[in-house]
């Protein structure tokens, strides 16, 4: 039943602001490219906006709209210098030997778990992320977190939760295998499924 309602509130809502999180990892499923895309026929005819923690890069391979997607934490096909003598940062491929031009030391993965992670690589697309979302005040705001845990709580978890708690029609969708609970300020206006976003969305 709750699988209906959610499919009804994706087609009634004004706005969809969609995180991903640790369960997408593209080693937690061998089909992680056929559920991008049914994500995508899910809420292609919506204004929506997705932020992600994930850094495999898989969901820039989707059929998703990649102006509408922030992946904050960075991703392995970008490249950048592992010493960052520079803030320079390169596609997959674009340097031969994938050595730093500037410096001779090898590049790296542009992500959170490298040793000085380059911001600016995402913050064009963050910049697009925060005009969007202070359009959506007033609005009816459908929230859907798919899999996002407690890894990087403050990119998704919390302020998505701050968003649902201060505007009166938005509502939040939880789902997570291990980490579906709501917080006291969210209560009333979320719902929390205890189920693995991925298998979810396979049933759905």
């Known amino acids: 039943m709750i699988k ?8 009634n809502c004004e ?17 992680i490219q056929v559920l991008y895309d049914k994500l995508g026929e899910l809420i292609q005819d919506k204004d929506y906006f997705i932020v992600t923690t994930v850094t495999d890069g898989e969901i820039r391979k989707s059929s998703l709209d990649q102006r509408r997607i922030v992946a904050p ?14 803030k320079d940062i390169w596609e997959q491929g674009e340097i031969p030997d994938d050595i730093c031009p500037h410096c001779g030391q090898p590049l790296t993965g542009n992500t959170i ?21 202070s359009a959506t ?13 407690f890894q990087t709580p403050t990119v998704i978890r919390w302020p998505f939760e701050k968003t649902a708690s201060i505007n009166n029609k938005a509502h939040l969708y939880r789902i997570h295998g291990s980490f579906s609970q709501l917080s006291e300020t969210v209560k009333g206006k979320a719902d929390s499924i205890s189920e693995n976003s991925l298998e979810f969305l396979r049933n759905l």
């Open 4 to 11: 209906e309602t959610l499919v009804e509130e994706i087609k």
């Open 15 to 31: 706005k969809l602001l969609i995180g991903i999180g640790e369960e997408w990892k593209s080693q937690e499923a061998v089909d």
């Open 73 to 86: 934490c960075g991703n392995v096909s970008w490249r950048q210098c592992s010493k960052s003598c520079t």
């Open 113 to 133: 778990q490298a040793e000085d992670y380059i911001e600016e690589g995402y913050l064009p697309q963050w910049n697009a992320y925060t005009y969007w979302l």
């Open 137 to 149: 005040l007033n609005k009816r705001v459908l929230i859907l977190e798919l899999g996002v845990g």
